[in-house]
């Protein structure tokens, strides 16, 4: 019993709510200049509309209609994005192997593929020029991209000889090839400059993901997206737990209470049991196994004085650890020792009043349960 709970933790600390998932398509779907073209596209042809003086005939009408249709049905083709895989595993708290296994689900969704996934790059360009301001104007009048880039980034914080600027993004902005932009910039040192001999410095930094995705998404599709990606990481983690559950079972159905009951001669009617549980395992669909499988788990739970204590640990957590960032995810991964990269197992496995205290409990319970703790904690705090 005690180790199912222990490889139950590997399949819940994979899980992801639905915060975070808008957070992560928040990064991916940025807004672009497609949206601003289809509205300044609508606001001028209302402007005209509302012009025009007299009644129009039906011809016109229909043509309005046509014109109108075409501006709803402006597609984006889609745009270079990257975001930091440092800050944004931060951010949402999810490791970044799980973050590129979501970024994976949208490349290769069966009936739409919402991004195209690329090699992780060091999105950021800093370049320095040894020989002061003027060198790096004398750099800008030779290479465009330097142009650009002191264009948009510039900033006063920044040192007058170096510009640091997102590559990436300035060259989906201009319509750019990033890969060509890349190796222009890289071969900014090799390059010349009349009446400077010093050296140019180029570093690329900021590892980041990299997707080509677009930017023109209503808030019906974004639903549909966050919907997608939470509905396809929970039947990963329900089917995970089926499975244990099923081997455990099928062992159990077997298992002798002693090795001296096995060592003397083979069992035929345990041997053709666990051959009929194995046949079964992998002829039965996925998804009839996780449906019965859910409705079985979703009365297996503790007697209610268990529950209460599990609450009254919630409330305390909750008290004491007020300054964090918690989630119900959280405090039932804490509870379920479960690392995370805002609370490592390092640092949260020494208190243990909490760390692992309630592993044989239901984690989403616990999730639902703290959640509905932290809102009325925060109700009470805000009057």
């Not at 992560?24 to 807004?31: G, Q, R």
């Not at 890289?186 to 400077?196: E, Q, T, V, Y």
């Not at 559950?245 to 077997?254: G, T």
């Amino acid at each position: 019993g005690q180790d199912l709970a222990e490889l139950k933790r590997h399949a819940h600390g994979n899980v992801v709510d639905r915060y975070s998932i808008r957070i992560l398509l928040d990064n991916i779907f940025k807004p672009c200049a497609c949206s601003k073209l289809a509205a300044s596209m609508k606001t001028a042809n209302s402007k005209a509309n509302t012009a025009e003086e007299g009644e129009k005939d039906e011809y016109e009408k229909y043509l309005e209609d046509e014109e109108e249709e075409e501006i709803r049905n402006i597609t984006c083709p889609g745009h270079s994005v990257t975001f930091p895989i440092e800050k944004l595993v931060q951010d949402i708290d999810i490791a970044e192997e799980n973050i590129q296994t979501m970024l994976t689900y949208l490349d290769l969704r069966p009936d739409r593929s919402w991004v195209k996934l690329r090699d992780p790059v060091n999105a950021t360009c800093n370049i320095q020029c040894y020989g002061g301001t003027h060198h790096l104007v004398a750099l800008a009048k030779q290479a465009t991209t330097v142009l650009a880039a002191m264009k948009f980034y510039s900033s006063p914080d920044m040192p007058s000889n170096e510009l640091c600027f997102p590559y990436i993004e300035l060259s989906a902005r201009m319509g750019w090839d990033p890969y060509i932009v890349r190796r222009e910039l890289a071969d900014l040192p090799k390059r010349s400059i009349p009446g400077f001999k010093y050296a140019v410095h180029v570093e690329f930094k900021d590892l980041s993901f990299h997707v080509t995705a677009p930017g023109l998404l209503s808030a019906e599709e974004h639903d549909e997206v966050v919907d997608y990606l939470h509905q396809r990481v929970t039947a990963q983690k329900n089917a995970e737990i089926r499975r244990l559950h099923e081997l455990h079972s099928s062992l159990l159905a077997v298992a002798t209470s002693s090795h001296y009951d096995a060592a003397d001669e083979v069992d035929a009617s345990r041997d053709e049991l666990l051959k009929s549980r194995i046949q079964e395992y992998f002829s039965s669909s996925s998804e009839e196994n996780d449906s019965d499988w859910l409705t079985v788990k979703s009365r297996d739970l503790p007697p209610s004085h268990i529950l209460a204590s599990v609450q009254s640990d919630i409330r305390t957590f909750i008290q004491k650890y007020s300054d964090l960032p918690l989630r119900g995810r959280v405090i039932a991964r804490i509870f379920q020792g479960i690392g995370s990269p805002n609370f490592p197992a390092a640092t949260w496995g020494r208190i243990r009043r909490y760390w692992r205290r309630h592993i044989d409990i239901d984690f989403d319970w616990i999730d639902r349960c703290a959640t509905v703790e932290l809102t009325e904690a925060r109700l009470k705090h805000s009057y």
